[in-house]
């Protein structure tokens, strides 16, 4: 796609620190990290969320994120890692060219604090989980 960022950096026409390569899928470093390390792993041919994204293709990216997440704990010394996905603008996309977020993570590090709420009941919960299923 010719304005997208991320396919300009696919093609050359934009810098990246890269951090891995494969024939469809390419890793770099995000140039906004949340903390150091932050990687995003994308495919090089554009597709925008996540169901866009061709069954195999998804595989190849969870192969990459598995490897580059290895080189991620050893070299920045995380103990733990988040993997995200934001799709489409609600949820914070920005880049509309599917990606998924590395976040090396530290006991203590207070980054992304998320609020969990409750059911009004167990009935709801169960039924929201029928109509969901039913529409699938
Ligand atoms: P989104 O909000 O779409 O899930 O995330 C887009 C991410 O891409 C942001 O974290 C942002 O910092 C990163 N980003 C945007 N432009 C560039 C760029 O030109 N180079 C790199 N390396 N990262 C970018
Ligand atoms: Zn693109």
Not at 86 to 115: C, F, T
């Amino acid at each position: 796609m010719e304005e997208c960022i991320f396919c300009k950096i696919v093609n050359g026409e934009i810098p990246c620190a890269e951090v891995y390569s494969s024939d469809s899928v390419l890793a770099f470093l995000d140039i906004g990290p949340i903390v150091e390390g932050h990687t995003l792993v994308i495919p090089r041919e554009h597709y925008s969320t996540l169901w866009d994204l061709p069954q195999e293709l998804a595989g190849e990216m969870q192969r990459v994120m598995q490897k580059v997440g290895v080189g991620i704990f050893q070299v920045t010394g995380a103990t733990g890692l988040n993997v995200v996905m934001n799709n489409y603008k609600s949820a914070g996309q920005v880049v509309p060219h599917a990606h998924w977020h590395l976040i090396p993570r530290r006991e203590g590090d207070g980054l992304m604090p998320v609020e969990q709420k409750q059911y009004e009941s167990q009935e709801a919960m169960y039924e929201l989980a029928a109509k969901i299923h039913s529409a699938l």
